[in-house]
């Protein structure tokens, strides 16, 4: 039974070890049960899915999900929490893996085909909100074997999830997800629902992988590394942050002529620009 979720049960396993919040891990635990029921219910989790969970914490959502999942893999990079989830949160769970790591260092594909015979995984994460993009990033950019992927963000970082080309809120986050994902908001989550209190807003976003991309692209690897080079130099027009960039392997003349060929202004800036035509962008640089 999941007994963590409420603030009392959360107080007591922190006062018994002694832990001190580490505020460059992130780290605002969950402390409303209603909440922790609507993410499983947001991440339509059965007894056939692996689950892998992005820094359980203390185990809050880890409980939770084994009771809900057939198995879950559970990834902390703060190795202080190691010995409580082992020793006591998670210790009446024989379906839980906790991995001591950086998420970012982690080789998931190796985890979907080793734990999961390659089929495609879940991921559900309260995620530490100093990374988030990092590591949506990294979820989507890699077409890694994963159905869903449902996480406690920002609410801000929710809305440019779903931005529309010229907006404020329009960046590389945004075609990422709206390249390979369709969106829905679970649920709002104002700050007392956490300990300690974080100083915004947060949504549930669940992110469904798309059975196609919206768009054909020879090489959505190189698309990305448009995307980035755009939005990393987003002041500058688009055909010279393509060609300053260290990531994009072509020279000027090249980009000037993919640029045209594709029916751009060679004078306008990335973030106008939408998933149709760094496809297509992408495509007259290949040739
Ligand atoms: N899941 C717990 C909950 O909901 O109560 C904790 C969520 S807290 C927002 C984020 C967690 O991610 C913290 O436990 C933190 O230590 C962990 N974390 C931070 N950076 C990480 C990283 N790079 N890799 C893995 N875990 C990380």
Known sequence: MAT???????????????????????????????????????????????????????????????????????????????????EDTLAEYDNVEIINDDILKVDIGKIVEEKNNGRPIKVVANLPYYITTPIVMSLLEKDLPIESITVMVQKEVAERMQASPGTKDYGALSLAVQYRADTYIAANVPPNCFMPRPAVGSCVIRLRK?????????????????????????????????????????GKEEILKAITETGIKETIRGEVLGLKEFGELTDKLLG
Do not use: W
């Open 210 to 250: 798309k059975d196609e991309p919206p768009v054909s692209v020879s090489s959505p690897e190189l698309m990305f590394k448009l995307i980035r080079a755009a939005f990393n130099q987003r002041r500058k027009t688009l055909l010279n942050a393509l060609a300053n960039s260290s990531e994009v392997p072509y």
């Open 4 to 86: 963590l979720g409420d603030p009392k049960k959360t107080i007591e396993i922190l006062n018994k070890y002694h832990f001190v919040f580490q505020k460059k891990f992130g780290q605002n635990f969950l402390i409303d049960t209603h909440v922790l029921d609507k993410i499983i219910r947001a991440a339509e989790i059965t007894k056939d899915d692996l689950v892998l969970e992005i820094g359980p914490g203390i185990g809050t959502l880890t409980q939770y999900l084994c009771e809900n999942a057939r198995k879950v893999v559970a990834v902390e990079i703060d190795r202080m929490l190691i010995p409580i989830l082992k």
